[in-house]
């Protein structure tokens, strides 16, 4: 019940509460070894593995103050302050820089305090920032930080009602990657290493391929100013092969063109997507927002480009049709095989941003795409792959429809559970078993 819940600060029921190393220095980082977790590492719930790096175990025994073992809560202090999740039993040894860490003992739950501090402490700790040139948030802050808390067995229940949701959304997020890798896979072996190729100029019939497609690779190269390329394969510019998509803005005056039921796309949304398709975005517009603006709608599946700024190149494709703003450009296959332009397009990203321009931050523009010259395959080629990997891409993005629907069921249940609105028991939830 409600009335059971209490009024404390976390150095009251906290076991304990630290802050780990400053650093180190990165010529300490080595290939292998313990596992340091960075600010960049901690997502709301989520530990990733982004550019993950390791120290020795030397280093490790010199700074256990900052020592983590799985089940410890770790709150970002700079960069994404407040940030926070629990350590994952795959860093069972482990250390890290610039993190609050807490260890929770028998009062507090691990999981109930990491979605706590996600949430309902965002006005504490953004109250409590300090610095004037970046901020971060302290650990004495964070032992001043009330909670709300009920009864340790409520505790775990809610956590285990929404732990249960975001299982689901992480099954979802690993399925994805593991489909968008094996589709990647196919797109390098065939159109980048050419194996196929390589295979036949060798007397040998192409791998996991029937004869039909086997039939679609030549048996030789040629040469090309990319270097050789297989016999019959052009290079140019990709918009030989795709439509360029260009965006624009509403006036951000006039409220009737905002707030529609049309989702806009923006930079921002596309660079933070980290998925191979975008379903959701920030801002939407109205039709008449479309109608009196220079934006248009992309089609679903088109892949979208960040055209400028500091993320100029990140890409994601449109899990359905959207407008967007004029930082990116929008790419839309000539031929019908969409899930190949967007496999391409992550191959030469790097090499737009490299023949972009700018003063201060790369820039692509019009003249950028039609100037970088690309191996251009067959249209037969690039529909036989889209055949192959078109189930694949639809399943990452059933998943990631269904892991939106799980998320906003999520965070309708969240508030109302962390502040007792309404208890486990009371709404029908059966929290997840052990």
């Known amino acids: 019940m409600a009335g059971e819940w209490r009024d404390v600060a976390l150095e009251d029921v906290a076991d304990e509460l630290t802050v780990g190393f400053v650093g180190p220095m990165a010529s300490e980082y080595v290939d292998s070894g313990i596992p340091f977790l960075r600010s960049m590492n901690v997502d709301p719930l989520r530990i990733n593995r982004n550019d993950l790096k390791f120290i020795t175990p030397e ?110 959304i992480e099954v979802n997020r690993e399925t994805n990657e593991t489909l968008e890798e094996m589709a990647r896979a196919l797109f390098k072996s065939w159109f980048v290493d050419f194996d196929p190729v390589r295979s036949k100029l060798e007397g040998r019939p192409p791998a996991g391929m029937d004869a039909a497609t086997a039939a679609l690779f030549p048996d030789h190269f040629q040469d090309s100013e990319l270097g050789q390329i297989p016999k019959g394969w052009e290079v140019g510019p990709i918009l030989r092969q795709a439509d360029l998509l260009s965006g624009g803005t509403p006036k951000t005056d006039i409220p009737s063109y905002w707030v529609g039921d049309v989702p806009w796309a923006s930079a921002k949304d596309v660079s933070q997507c980290g998925e191979a398709f975008l379903v959701n975005t920030e801002r939407t517009i109205t039709k008449l927002g479309v109608e009196k603006s220079s934006t248009k709608i992309i089609p679903a599946l088109a892949t979208v480009i960040v055209a400028r700024g500091a993320t100029t190149g990140r890409l994601t494709m449109f899990g359905h049709a959207m407008a967007m703003n004029q930082t990116c450009y929008g790419l839309r296959s000539k031929y019908g095989a969409p899930f190949a332009l967007y496999c391409h397009a992550r191959d030469f990203s790097e090499r737009l941003v490299q023949g972009g321009h700018g003063s201060i931050f790369d820039t692509i523009t019009t003249s950028t795409f039609e100037a970088t010259d690309m191996i251009l395959p067959p249209r037969e080629l690039l529909l036989a792959f889209d055949g192959l990997v078109g189930p694949m891409f639809n399943n990452i993005l059933s998943n990631l429809n269904e892991s939106r629907d799980l998320a906003a069921l999520r965070d309708t249940l969240l508030p109302k559970l962390l502040s007792g609105e309404v208890s486990v028991a009371k709404a029908g939830l059966s929290p997840k078993t052990d």
């Open 59 to 168: 280093f490790h025994q010199r700074i256990r103050k900052s020592r983590l073992t799985p089940g410890d809560v770790v709150i970002v202090r700079t960069g994404k302050p407040g940030a926070c999740s629990v350590v994952p039993d795959w860093l069972a040894d482990a250390n890290c820089s610039d993190l609050v860490i807490v260890r929770c003992g028998t009062q507090l739950d691990n999981r109930f305090l990491a979605y706590y501090v996600n949430t309902v402490a965002c006005n504490h700790i953004a109250a409590h920032l300090v610095g004037a040139v970046q901020q971060h948030f302290n650990v004495g802050s964070a032992r001043t930080l009330r909670l709300n808390l009920p009864p340790l067995r409520e505790q775990k229940a809610i956590a285990s009602v929404l732990g249960a949701l975001d299982d689901l």
